[in-house]
């Protein structure tokens, strides 16, 4: 799992962002749970959001889910170069497969973190 800001969770889950940019990589590859920060940006940078979306054909919501799990996706590769619109380096993690998931308030946390037991059944996703 890992905390995400908004509107970049949005275009994730959504499957118009195919790269989350990172200055680190991992060695994981598998599921990731994407969990929406809690933490609110300006109007204006907002808006400057908007217009980075619309230049890439994408038209962002009025509002956003805050503080929880929004969905998940595939975590398939760590990379230096991509051709996707979305990177901007220094590291594109590559995600495939996004799914959006009913949204659970969570507290966040910094990094890569393993769901509880109890959220995974919450969501669903557990047997």
């Known amino acids: 799992m890992i905390v995400i800001r908004q509107p970049w969770a949005w275009l994730i889950v959504n499957g118009f962002k195919d790269i989350e940019n990172r200055s680190w990589e991992t060695r994981y590859r598998g599921p990731l749970l994407i969990q929406a920060s809690a933490h609110r940006f300006s109007k204006e940078k907002m808006q400057e959001f908007r217009i980075y979306a619309r230049r890439r054909k994408v038209e962002l919501p009025k509002e956003f889910d805050l503080g929880g799990i929004v969905g ?22 590559v ?25 995974l059944k919450k969501l669903g996703l557990s047997k």
């Open 95 to 119: 995600l495939s497969k996004p799914k959006r998931l009913p949204f659970v308030p969570l507290k966040g946390q910094l990094n890569l973190f393993d769901p509880t037991t109890r959220l």
């Open 72 to 93: 998940m996706v595939r975590l398939d590769d760590c990379v230096y170069k991509s051709r996707s619109k979305w990177f901007d380096g220094p590291v594109g993690w």
